[in-house]
């Protein structure tokens, strides 16, 4: 009766154990899936390249095209000294904060836009009509806080939506879910059209990106990412945005046919150069 007793024990025991060590491997294996998330392999990035050059860009018979691949599979490390860097930045060759280099052809081109408040939408929505006028083919919608750790993450679109910011300091690098796009996404600017841009309605904190990214799987398009170890990127400290506490009833109520490209409200705009970026002024 004494072993029985004993046996049952060390059975339920056994079980808990049992039980316990699932749990810790389910755990360590969608945390695994999260530091590895699905990308493109690195060999598989110049089949993905939107190849397009903005019509403006005067080419020279006597420049060999830039070699792309020279970029995205170089052998590069974490480059955490690039805050320092970017104080003693070298500006020389960018005009109207415009560059093309000087030996070889570019086969692609970019326009980065950066929003600098709470409206971040509307005016992702105001910068992509003026890229677009400019006949820029693609646009990198950028966070101004975050910086690419990686030299082989080459800021171009791909055939479908990019991002790019995939492995963020700030979530200890691991992407918390497939949709995110927040932070660094590269599109091109036909796609862009096609998903009628940003919500306008969303001010503060949060729900923009994630009421894009629902425009994007809506429209059936896919989101690409480089692999892990090209998509590092540190957020600089600042203050957060106060967060928007509406943001989930603003996502639930969106309709993005109504709402975008073609329901910008403002008053005015004004576009000016300088040395190192175009400045457009919105005032709603
Ligand atoms: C830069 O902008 C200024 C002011 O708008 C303009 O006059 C100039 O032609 C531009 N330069 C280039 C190279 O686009």
């Known amino acids: 009766m004494l072993g029985l007793y004993s046996i049952k024990n060390l059975r339920i025991s056994t079980c808990v154990l049992i039980v316990l060590g699932c749990i810790a491997v389910l755990q360590l294996l969608l945390l695994y899936g999260s530091y590895n998330y699905k990308c493109i392999s690195k060999e598989d990035i110049g089949k993905y390249l939107y190849m397009y050059l903005n019509p403006k860009v005067v080419k020279r018979l006597d420049k060999p095209a830039c070699d792309y691949e020279m970029v995205y599979k170089q052998v590069h490390k974490d480059d955490w ?12 060759g960018i005009v109207n904060g415009s560059f093309v280099p000087e030996d070889c052809n570019p086969q692609l081109s970019i326009a980065i836009l950066e929003a600098e ?27 101004v ?47 862009f059209r096609q998903l009628n841009g940003f919500s306008n309605k969303f001010t503060g904190w949060g729900g923009e990106d994630d009421e894009f990214a629902a425009r994007i799987m809506d429209h059936n398009l896919e989101i690409l990412r480089f692999p892990p170890d090209m998509s590092r990127y540190t957020m600089l400290v600042h203050q957060q945005a106060p967060v928007n506490g509406q943001r989930f ?36």
């Open 81 to 92: 000294s690039i805050i320092e860097q970017s104080n003693q930045f070298d500006p020389s």
């Open 117 to 143: 408040n709470s409206l971040q939408g509307l005016l992702y929505n105001v910068g992509a009509r003026q890229a677009a006028r400019e006949l820029f083919p693609c646009l990198v919608l950028h966070d």
């Open 145 to 191: 806080d975050l910086l690419p750790l990686s030299a082989a993450n080459l800021y171009a679109c791909l055939l479908q939506p990019r991002h790019l910011s995939a492995s963020l300091d700030k979530f200890r690098f691991v992407l918390p879910y497939y949709g995110l796009v927040g932070g660094v996404l590269a599109l091109t600017t036909e796609h």
């Open 249 to 284: 009833r603003l996502m639930s109520e969106t309709v993005a046919a109504q709402d975008g490209l073609n329901s910008m409200h403002y008053r005015s705009v004004s576009v000016s150069q300088h040395p190192l970026f175009t400045l457009i002024r919105v005032v709603t």
